[in-house]
Protein backbone atom coordinates (compact mmCIF):
# COMPACT_ATOMS: atom_id res chain seq x y z
CA UNK A 1 0.00 0.00 0.00
CA UNK A 2 1.22 3.59 -0.75
CA UNK A 3 1.37 6.19 2.22
CA UNK A 4 -2.03 7.30 1.35
CA UNK A 5 -3.30 4.09 2.33
CA UNK A 6 -2.30 4.68 6.00
CA UNK A 7 -4.54 5.94 8.74
CA UNK A 8 -6.97 7.07 6.27
CA UNK A 9 -3.86 9.62 4.63
CA UNK A 10 -3.05 10.50 8.27
CA UNK A 11 0.71 10.03 9.70
CA UNK A 12 1.73 8.25 11.75
CA UNK A 13 1.97 11.04 14.63
CA UNK A 14 -1.61 12.52 13.91
CA UNK A 15 -2.81 8.33 14.69
CA UNK A 16 -0.82 8.67 17.85
CA UNK A 17 -1.95 11.88 18.44
CA UNK A 18 -5.64 10.87 18.05
CA UNK A 19 -5.88 7.06 19.22
CA UNK A 20 -3.07 7.33 21.89
CA UNK A 21 -2.32 11.21 23.02
CA UNK A 22 -5.58 11.31 25.51
CA UNK A 23 -4.14 8.78 27.78
CA UNK A 24 -0.17 9.19 27.08
CA UNK A 25 -0.16 12.51 26.46
CA UNK A 26 0.23 14.72 23.26
CA UNK A 27 3.71 14.52 23.19
CA UNK A 28 4.21 10.90 24.45
CA UNK A 29 4.83 12.29 28.12
CA UNK A 30 2.59 10.42 29.68
CA UNK A 31 -0.88 11.04 31.41
CA UNK A 32 -2.33 8.18 32.73
CA UNK A 33 -0.81 6.28 31.12
CA UNK A 34 3.19 5.96 30.82
CA UNK A 35 5.16 7.75 28.92
CA UNK A 36 5.82 6.08 24.87
CA UNK A 37 9.18 7.45 25.01
CA UNK A 38 12.05 5.43 23.55
CA UNK A 39 14.01 5.30 26.58
CA UNK A 40 11.15 3.81 28.48
CA UNK A 41 10.42 0.98 26.27
CA UNK A 42 13.15 -1.51 26.65
CA UNK A 43 11.03 -4.89 25.81
CA UNK A 44 11.16 -6.44 22.00
CA UNK A 45 9.20 -4.96 18.99
CA UNK A 46 7.33 -8.10 19.37
CA UNK A 47 5.85 -7.13 23.28
CA UNK A 48 4.69 -3.56 22.08
CA UNK A 49 2.98 -4.99 18.78
CA UNK A 50 1.44 -7.18 20.74
CA UNK A 51 0.21 -4.72 23.30
CA UNK A 52 -1.12 -2.20 20.74
CA UNK A 53 -2.78 -5.03 18.81
CA UNK A 54 -4.72 -7.29 22.02
CA UNK A 55 -4.63 -4.54 24.70
CA UNK A 56 -4.32 -5.18 27.91
CA UNK A 57 -7.52 -6.46 29.28
CA UNK A 58 -8.78 -4.80 32.50
CA UNK A 59 -7.24 -1.80 31.41
CA UNK A 60 -8.05 1.29 29.32
CA UNK A 61 -5.25 0.53 26.85
CA UNK A 62 -7.68 -1.23 24.21
CA UNK A 63 -7.44 -3.56 21.18
CA UNK A 64 -6.21 -1.88 18.36
CA UNK A 65 -6.12 -4.72 15.93
CA UNK A 66 -10.01 -3.90 14.50
CA UNK A 67 -9.10 -0.56 13.44
CA UNK A 68 -5.58 -0.84 12.04
CA UNK A 69 -3.80 -3.16 10.15
CA UNK A 70 -0.82 -4.47 10.76
CA UNK A 71 1.09 -2.40 8.55
CA UNK A 72 -0.42 0.46 10.44
CA UNK A 73 0.88 -0.76 13.88
CA UNK A 74 3.97 -1.17 12.71
CA UNK A 75 4.47 2.65 12.11
CA UNK A 76 2.94 3.17 15.29
CA UNK A 77 5.37 1.81 16.82
CA UNK A 78 8.25 3.06 14.65
CA UNK A 79 6.73 6.55 15.52
CA UNK A 80 6.97 5.31 19.20
CA UNK A 81 10.60 4.41 18.90
CA UNK A 82 11.59 7.56 17.32
CA UNK A 83 12.98 10.53 19.34
CA UNK A 84 9.93 13.15 20.41
CA UNK A 85 9.53 16.20 18.17
CA UNK A 86 8.97 19.20 20.60
CA UNK A 87 7.58 21.51 18.01
CA UNK A 88 4.16 23.64 19.00
CA UNK A 89 1.75 23.41 16.52
CA UNK A 90 0.37 27.04 15.18
CA UNK A 91 -3.49 27.84 15.38
CA UNK A 92 -4.43 30.83 16.21
CA UNK A 93 -6.66 33.65 15.69
CA UNK A 94 -5.80 33.64 11.92
CA UNK A 95 -5.88 30.42 11.19
CA UNK A 96 -9.05 29.67 13.05
CA UNK A 97 -10.74 32.95 11.30
CA UNK A 98 -9.60 31.88 7.39
CA UNK A 99 -10.92 28.05 8.27
CA UNK A 100 -15.08 29.19 8.92
CA UNK A 101 -17.30 27.80 6.05
CA UNK A 102 -21.18 28.46 5.13
CA UNK A 103 -22.23 25.27 4.32
CA UNK A 104 -25.75 26.58 3.64
CA UNK A 105 -27.53 30.01 3.80
CA UNK A 106 -29.37 30.52 6.78
CA UNK A 107 -32.12 32.23 5.27
CA UNK A 108 -32.91 29.12 2.89
CA UNK A 109 -33.73 27.03 5.78
CA UNK A 110 -37.00 25.37 6.52
CA UNK A 111 -39.48 27.47 9.46
CA UNK A 112 -40.04 23.87 11.07
CA UNK A 113 -39.19 20.24 11.48
CA UNK A 114 -38.83 18.60 7.56
CA UNK A 115 -39.49 15.56 9.65
CA UNK A 116 -41.55 13.98 11.97
CA UNK A 117 -39.10 13.89 15.24
CA UNK A 118 -39.95 14.80 18.80
CA UNK A 119 -37.28 18.17 18.68
CA UNK A 120 -37.04 17.47 22.85
CA UNK A 121 -36.50 14.09 21.91
CA UNK A 122 -34.00 12.76 19.37
CA UNK A 123 -31.18 11.20 20.09
CA UNK A 124 -27.67 11.72 18.56
CA UNK A 125 -25.49 8.46 17.95
CA UNK A 126 -22.07 8.87 17.16
CA UNK A 127 -21.06 7.01 14.30
CA UNK A 128 -17.28 7.33 15.31
CA UNK A 129 -15.49 6.19 11.85
CA UNK A 130 -18.17 7.00 9.38
CA UNK A 131 -17.65 11.21 10.22
CA UNK A 132 -21.94 11.46 10.64
CA UNK A 133 -24.01 11.62 13.43
CA UNK A 134 -27.29 9.26 13.55
CA UNK A 135 -31.04 10.91 14.49
CA UNK A 136 -33.26 9.06 15.92
CA UNK A 137 -36.61 9.70 17.41
CA UNK A 138 -36.93 8.76 20.83
CA UNK A 139 -40.10 8.87 20.82
CA UNK A 140 -40.79 6.05 17.90
CA UNK A 141 -36.78 4.87 17.92
CA UNK A 142 -37.21 5.37 14.03
CA UNK A 143 -33.91 6.47 11.90
CA UNK A 144 -34.69 10.14 10.83
CA UNK A 145 -31.37 10.92 9.20
CA UNK A 146 -28.03 11.09 9.30
CA UNK A 147 -25.95 14.20 9.66
CA UNK A 148 -22.03 14.62 7.98
CA UNK A 149 -19.23 15.77 10.84
CA UNK A 150 -16.03 15.80 10.94
CA UNK A 151 -13.30 12.88 12.24
CA UNK A 152 -14.71 11.00 15.08
CA UNK A 153 -17.34 13.81 16.33
CA UNK A 154 -17.06 14.04 20.30
CA UNK A 155 -18.33 17.10 22.37
CA UNK A 156 -21.92 18.06 21.88
CA UNK A 157 -23.89 21.02 22.80
CA UNK A 158 -27.36 22.57 22.43
CA UNK A 159 -28.55 26.07 22.22
CA UNK A 160 -30.98 26.45 25.14
CA UNK A 161 -33.01 29.30 23.75
CA UNK A 162 -33.40 27.22 20.80
CA UNK A 163 -34.47 24.18 20.03
CA UNK A 164 -32.97 24.01 16.07
CA UNK A 165 -29.15 24.37 17.26
CA UNK A 166 -26.83 22.08 18.17
CA UNK A 167 -23.28 22.02 17.79
CA UNK A 168 -20.50 19.43 17.79
CA UNK A 169 -16.85 19.01 17.88
CA UNK A 170 -14.76 16.55 16.12
CA UNK A 171 -11.02 15.60 17.43
CA UNK A 172 -9.73 17.14 14.44
CA UNK A 173 -11.00 20.49 15.38
CA UNK A 174 -13.39 21.05 13.26
CA UNK A 175 -16.58 23.06 15.07
CA UNK A 176 -20.26 22.45 13.33
CA UNK A 177 -23.15 24.76 13.77
CA UNK A 178 -26.23 21.91 12.65
CA UNK A 179 -29.91 23.07 12.17
CA UNK A 180 -31.98 20.29 13.73
CA UNK A 181 -35.20 20.94 11.92
CA UNK A 182 -33.57 20.19 8.22
CA UNK A 183 -30.73 17.38 10.06
CA UNK A 184 -27.97 19.44 8.10
CA UNK A 185 -24.52 21.17 9.42
CA UNK A 186 -25.08 25.25 8.47
CA UNK A 187 -21.87 26.89 9.33
CA UNK A 188 -17.98 25.33 10.56
CA UNK A 189 -14.82 26.33 11.87
CA UNK A 190 -11.73 24.72 12.53
CA UNK A 191 -10.98 25.83 16.24
CA UNK A 192 -7.96 23.29 16.66
CA UNK A 193 -6.45 19.92 15.32
CA UNK A 194 -7.03 17.71 18.04
CA UNK A 195 -9.98 19.06 20.58
CA UNK A 196 -12.60 17.72 22.93
CA UNK A 197 -14.55 20.01 24.83
CA UNK A 198 -17.71 22.13 23.71
CA UNK A 199 -20.33 24.48 25.85
CA UNK A 200 -22.85 27.10 25.00
CA UNK A 201 -23.63 29.79 27.33
CA UNK A 202 -26.82 30.33 28.62
CA UNK A 203 -28.48 32.97 26.34
CA UNK A 204 -27.18 31.28 23.51
CA UNK A 205 -24.56 33.60 22.30
CA UNK A 206 -21.27 32.24 23.33
CA UNK A 207 -19.48 29.10 22.35
CA UNK A 208 -16.19 27.60 24.31
CA UNK A 209 -14.15 25.18 22.45
CA UNK A 210 -11.40 23.37 24.46
CA UNK A 211 -8.26 22.10 22.10
CA UNK A 212 -6.08 19.02 22.70
CA UNK A 213 -3.46 20.69 20.52
CA UNK A 214 -2.46 23.43 20.58
CA UNK A 215 -3.44 24.00 24.32
CA UNK A 216 -5.84 26.62 23.69
CA UNK A 217 -10.05 27.75 24.55
CA UNK A 218 -11.78 29.39 22.14
CA UNK A 219 -14.35 31.60 22.49
CA UNK A 220 -17.28 32.07 19.42
CA UNK A 221 -20.03 33.89 18.86
CA UNK A 222 -22.69 30.56 19.02
CA UNK A 223 -24.91 32.39 16.24
CA UNK A 224 -21.66 33.01 13.68
CA UNK A 225 -18.92 30.74 14.56
CA UNK A 226 -16.95 34.01 14.18
CA UNK A 227 -14.07 33.44 16.96
CA UNK A 228 -13.61 36.17 19.54
CA UNK A 229 -10.87 35.00 21.54
CA UNK A 230 -8.15 32.70 21.77
CA UNK A 231 -6.74 32.29 25.29
CA UNK A 232 -3.53 29.98 26.37
CA UNK A 233 -4.05 27.67 28.43
CA UNK A 234 -0.80 27.43 30.42
CA UNK A 235 0.13 27.44 34.12
CA UNK A 236 2.15 26.22 37.42
CA UNK A 237 1.16 22.31 37.96
CA UNK A 238 0.19 21.06 41.25
CA UNK A 239 4.43 20.13 41.91
CA UNK A 240 5.13 23.76 40.71
CA UNK A 241 6.45 23.09 37.21
CA UNK A 242 5.32 25.73 33.95
CA UNK A 243 3.64 23.20 31.76
CA UNK A 244 1.77 24.21 28.30
CA UNK A 245 -1.83 22.36 29.12
CA UNK A 246 -4.78 20.12 27.14
CA UNK A 247 -7.93 21.81 27.93
CA UNK A 248 -9.68 18.78 29.40
CA UNK A 249 -13.28 19.63 29.62
CA UNK A 250 -15.63 22.84 29.02
CA UNK A 251 -18.44 23.81 30.90
CA UNK A 252 -20.97 26.78 31.58
CA UNK A 253 -23.32 27.52 34.53
CA UNK A 254 -26.42 28.85 34.86
CA UNK A 255 -26.46 32.60 35.53
CA UNK A 256 -29.48 32.86 37.60
CA UNK A 257 -27.63 30.44 40.44
CA UNK A 258 -24.35 31.22 40.66
CA UNK A 259 -23.01 33.74 37.36
CA UNK A 260 -22.51 34.40 33.59
CA UNK A 261 -19.80 31.85 33.58
CA UNK A 262 -17.12 29.34 31.32
CA UNK A 263 -15.65 26.89 33.20
CA UNK A 264 -12.34 24.93 31.82
CA UNK A 265 -10.08 22.53 33.56
CA UNK A 266 -6.42 22.54 32.24
CA UNK A 267 -5.67 18.67 32.32
CA UNK A 268 -1.74 18.52 33.11
CA UNK A 269 -1.72 22.02 34.95
CA UNK A 270 -4.05 20.78 37.35
CA UNK A 271 -6.21 24.15 37.53
CA UNK A 272 -10.03 25.31 36.42
CA UNK A 273 -10.46 28.88 35.41
CA UNK A 274 -13.63 30.44 35.85
CA UNK A 275 -14.31 32.59 32.57
CA UNK A 276 -16.89 35.86 32.59
CA UNK A 277 -19.20 35.61 29.31
CA UNK A 278 -20.49 38.50 30.11
CA UNK A 279 -18.09 41.22 29.78
CA UNK A 280 -16.17 42.24 26.56
CA UNK A 281 -12.67 41.03 27.49
CA UNK A 282 -13.69 37.63 28.94
CA UNK A 283 -12.01 37.76 32.39
CA UNK A 284 -10.69 35.04 33.87
CA UNK A 285 -10.27 33.68 37.61
CA UNK A 286 -8.11 30.71 38.26
CA UNK A 287 -8.13 27.88 41.05
CA UNK A 288 -4.76 26.44 41.31
CA UNK A 289 -3.23 23.07 42.79
CA UNK A 290 -6.73 21.28 42.33
CA UNK A 291 -5.42 17.83 40.73
CA UNK A 292 -3.15 15.93 38.90
CA UNK A 293 -4.42 15.40 35.45
CA UNK A 294 -8.01 16.88 35.17
CA UNK A 295 -10.57 14.86 33.05
CA UNK A 296 -14.47 14.63 33.06
CA UNK A 297 -16.51 16.82 35.19
CA UNK A 298 -19.67 18.25 36.30
CA UNK A 299 -21.65 20.35 37.88
CA UNK A 300 -23.92 20.30 41.10
CA UNK A 301 -27.61 21.08 40.36
CA UNK A 302 -27.01 24.30 42.37
CA UNK A 303 -24.27 24.79 40.21
CA UNK A 304 -22.32 26.24 43.03
CA UNK A 305 -20.05 23.00 43.80
CA UNK A 306 -17.81 22.07 40.43
CA UNK A 307 -17.00 18.05 40.38
CA UNK A 308 -13.76 17.30 38.32
CA UNK A 309 -11.85 14.21 38.14
CA UNK A 310 -7.96 14.49 39.19
CA UNK A 311 -6.92 11.09 37.41
CA UNK A 312 -3.57 10.70 38.68
CA UNK A 313 -4.88 11.39 42.46
CA UNK A 314 -7.70 9.13 42.11
CA UNK A 315 -10.25 11.75 43.79
CA UNK A 316 -13.04 13.55 42.30
CA UNK A 317 -11.98 17.54 43.55
CA UNK A 318 -14.63 19.83 44.49
CA UNK A 319 -14.60 23.42 43.39
CA UNK A 320 -16.41 26.43 44.77
CA UNK A 321 -17.12 28.20 41.48
CA UNK A 322 -18.13 31.25 43.85
CA UNK A 323 -14.70 31.54 45.65
CA UNK A 324 -13.01 29.73 42.93
CA UNK A 325 -11.17 27.75 45.65
CA UNK A 326 -10.72 23.86 45.86
CA UNK A 327 -13.11 22.78 48.90
CA UNK A 328 -12.89 18.97 48.99
CA UNK A 329 -11.31 16.13 47.86
CA UNK A 330 -13.24 12.91 47.38
CA UNK A 331 -10.93 9.84 47.24
CA UNK A 332 -13.55 8.10 44.97
CA UNK A 333 -11.28 4.74 43.40
CA UNK A 334 -8.83 4.41 40.53
CA UNK A 335 -8.80 6.82 37.70
CA UNK A 336 -12.45 8.48 38.44
CA UNK A 337 -14.06 8.90 35.13
CA UNK A 338 -17.67 10.85 35.50
CA UNK A 339 -18.68 11.61 31.78
CA UNK A 340 -21.01 14.26 31.92
CA UNK A 341 -21.90 13.19 34.95
CA UNK A 342 -24.79 11.83 37.31
CA UNK A 343 -26.41 13.42 39.80
CA UNK A 344 -30.42 12.97 41.68
CA UNK A 345 -32.09 13.27 44.97
CA UNK A 346 -33.88 10.66 46.32
CA UNK A 347 -35.11 11.00 50.30
CA UNK A 348 -34.38 14.60 50.88
CA UNK A 349 -30.53 13.76 49.69
CA UNK A 350 -28.64 14.67 46.36
CA UNK A 351 -25.95 12.32 45.39
CA UNK A 352 -23.28 12.40 42.93
CA UNK A 353 -21.45 8.93 41.36
CA UNK A 354 -18.59 8.57 38.79
CA UNK A 355 -17.57 4.93 37.46
CA UNK A 356 -13.90 4.04 36.77
CA UNK A 357 -11.50 3.81 34.52
CA UNK A 358 -8.97 1.99 36.88
CA UNK A 359 -11.37 -0.10 38.05
CA UNK A 360 -14.46 -1.65 38.14
CA UNK A 361 -16.28 0.18 40.50
CA UNK A 362 -19.35 2.87 40.81
CA UNK A 363 -18.73 5.26 44.06
CA UNK A 364 -21.79 7.45 45.31
CA UNK A 365 -21.65 10.40 47.30
CA UNK A 366 -23.10 13.10 49.12
CA UNK A 367 -23.38 16.02 47.29
CA UNK A 368 -24.20 18.26 50.82
CA UNK A 369 -20.92 16.94 52.80
CA UNK A 370 -18.91 15.49 49.94
CA UNK A 371 -18.58 12.13 51.68
CA UNK A 372 -18.31 8.70 50.06
CA UNK A 373 -22.11 6.79 51.10
CA UNK A 374 -21.87 3.41 48.63
CA UNK A 375 -19.34 2.01 46.72
CA UNK A 376 -20.34 -0.79 44.12
CA UNK A 377 -18.47 -3.52 42.68
CA UNK A 378 -18.52 -3.93 38.69
CA UNK A 379 -17.04 -6.96 36.75
CA UNK A 380 -13.85 -4.22 35.19
CA UNK A 381 -13.39 -0.38 34.35
CA UNK A 382 -16.11 1.99 32.79
CA UNK A 383 -16.32 5.12 30.98
CA UNK A 384 -20.35 6.11 31.14
CA UNK A 385 -22.45 6.99 33.68
CA UNK A 386 -26.45 8.22 33.76
CA UNK A 387 -29.45 9.10 35.37
CA UNK A 388 -32.58 10.53 34.66
CA UNK A 389 -35.03 12.51 37.20
CA UNK A 390 -38.01 9.79 36.47
CA UNK A 391 -36.03 6.89 36.27
CA UNK A 392 -35.13 5.11 39.52
CA UNK A 393 -31.59 3.83 38.58
CA UNK A 394 -28.13 4.39 37.51
CA UNK A 395 -26.74 3.37 34.55
CA UNK A 396 -23.14 2.16 34.15
CA UNK A 397 -20.71 1.06 31.62
CA UNK A 398 -17.62 -1.58 32.02
CA UNK A 399 -16.58 -1.13 28.38
CA UNK A 400 -13.02 -0.85 29.60
CA UNK A 401 -13.25 -4.14 31.60
CA UNK A 402 -12.54 -7.92 30.63
CA UNK A 403 -16.28 -8.27 29.90
CA UNK A 404 -16.96 -5.03 28.09
CA UNK A 405 -20.39 -6.11 27.20
CA UNK A 406 -22.25 -5.17 30.32
CA UNK A 407 -23.91 -2.29 32.07
CA UNK A 408 -24.91 -2.27 35.55
CA UNK A 409 -28.20 -0.89 36.84
CA UNK A 410 -28.38 0.31 40.40
CA UNK A 411 -30.96 1.52 42.18
CA UNK A 412 -30.98 5.05 43.74
CA UNK A 413 -31.78 4.80 46.83
CA UNK A 414 -30.33 1.12 48.10
CA UNK A 415 -27.72 1.95 45.50
CA UNK A 416 -28.16 -2.02 44.98
CA UNK A 417 -27.29 -4.00 41.77
CA UNK A 418 -30.70 -5.10 40.15
CA UNK A 419 -29.63 -5.99 37.11
CA UNK A 420 -26.72 -6.38 34.91
CA UNK A 421 -27.54 -6.56 31.33
CA UNK A 422 -25.21 -8.09 28.93
CA UNK A 423 -25.94 -7.74 25.64
CA UNK A 424 -23.37 -7.76 22.33
CA UNK A 425 -19.82 -7.41 22.21
CA UNK A 426 -18.71 -3.43 23.53
CA UNK A 427 -21.42 -1.72 25.60
CA UNK A 428 -21.20 2.12 26.40
CA UNK A 429 -22.78 5.66 26.82
CA UNK A 430 -26.56 4.60 28.15
CA UNK A 431 -28.34 7.50 27.29
CA UNK A 432 -32.20 7.55 28.69
CA UNK A 433 -34.82 9.54 26.32
CA UNK A 434 -36.77 12.87 27.30
CA UNK A 435 -39.31 11.04 29.74
CA UNK A 436 -36.86 8.12 31.36
CA UNK A 437 -38.91 5.07 30.40
CA UNK A 438 -36.30 3.83 27.35
CA UNK A 439 -32.58 3.57 27.65
CA UNK A 440 -30.38 3.49 24.39
CA UNK A 441 -26.82 1.70 24.37
CA UNK A 442 -24.49 1.85 21.95
CA UNK A 443 -22.57 -1.66 20.77
CA UNK A 444 -19.21 -0.09 19.68
CA UNK A 445 -17.48 -3.62 18.67
CA UNK A 446 -20.92 -4.93 17.19
CA UNK A 447 -22.00 -2.02 15.36
CA UNK A 448 -25.11 -2.19 17.22
CA UNK A 449 -27.50 -0.15 19.22
CA UNK A 450 -30.36 -1.32 22.01
CA UNK A 451 -33.07 0.26 22.87
CA UNK A 452 -34.42 -1.39 26.05
CA UNK A 453 -37.55 -0.55 28.00
CA UNK A 454 -35.49 1.40 31.47
CA UNK A 455 -38.32 0.39 33.70
CA UNK A 456 -38.59 -3.69 33.02
CA UNK A 457 -35.23 -4.36 31.44
CA UNK A 458 -36.43 -5.45 28.06
CA UNK A 459 -34.81 -5.00 24.72
CA UNK A 460 -37.44 -3.98 22.57
CA UNK A 461 -35.05 -3.40 19.46
CA UNK A 462 -31.79 -4.20 17.86
CA UNK A 463 -30.87 -1.64 15.20
CA UNK A 464 -27.58 -2.70 12.79
CA UNK A 465 -27.60 -0.32 10.10
CA UNK A 466 -25.09 1.79 12.32
CA UNK A 467 -21.26 1.84 11.41
CA UNK A 468 -19.04 1.85 15.12
CA UNK A 469 -21.65 3.58 17.38
CA UNK A 470 -20.17 5.41 20.52
CA UNK A 471 -22.01 8.87 22.08
CA UNK A 472 -25.14 8.96 22.26
CA UNK A 473 -26.48 12.55 23.33
CA UNK A 474 -30.47 13.27 23.77
CA UNK A 475 -31.38 16.82 23.33
CA UNK A 476 -32.90 17.07 26.23
CA UNK A 477 -29.92 17.75 27.70
CA UNK A 478 -30.54 21.69 26.31
CA UNK A 479 -32.09 21.46 29.98
CA UNK A 480 -29.83 20.43 32.34
CA UNK A 481 -27.50 22.45 34.64
CA UNK A 482 -24.81 20.28 35.12
CA UNK A 483 -23.30 21.97 32.57
CA UNK A 484 -24.17 22.88 28.87
Request: charged share 25%; glycine share 10%.
Amino acid sequence: NGAADWFDGRTAREAYRDSCGGCHGPNREGAVGPALVPANLPQNDAFYLDTIKNGRPGTLMPTWKYIYSEEEMWLLLGFLRSPVDEDQTQWGMDEIAASRAELVDEATLPAGPTHDGNMDNLMLVTEREAERIAVFDGDTHTLLGRIPTGYRAHGYAFDPTNERWAFNISRDGWLYKIDLYSLQPVTRIRVGVDSRGLAVSDDGNYLIAGNFDPPTAVILDAQTLDPLKVIETEGYDPDGRWVRSRVAITSDTAPELVGPYFLIALKEAGQVWRIDYSQPDFPIVKATGVGRILHDGFLSPDNRQFYIAAQKDNVMAVVDVASMTTTARIPTGDTPHPGSGATWTVGGKTYGATVHAGEGLVTVWDLALNQIVAKISTSGPGLFIRVHEDNPYIWADTMAGVTPNEIYVIDKETFEVVRVIDDGQQALHPELTDDGQFVYISDWQGEMLRVYDAMTFQLLIEIDALETPTGIFNTSRRHEKLGH
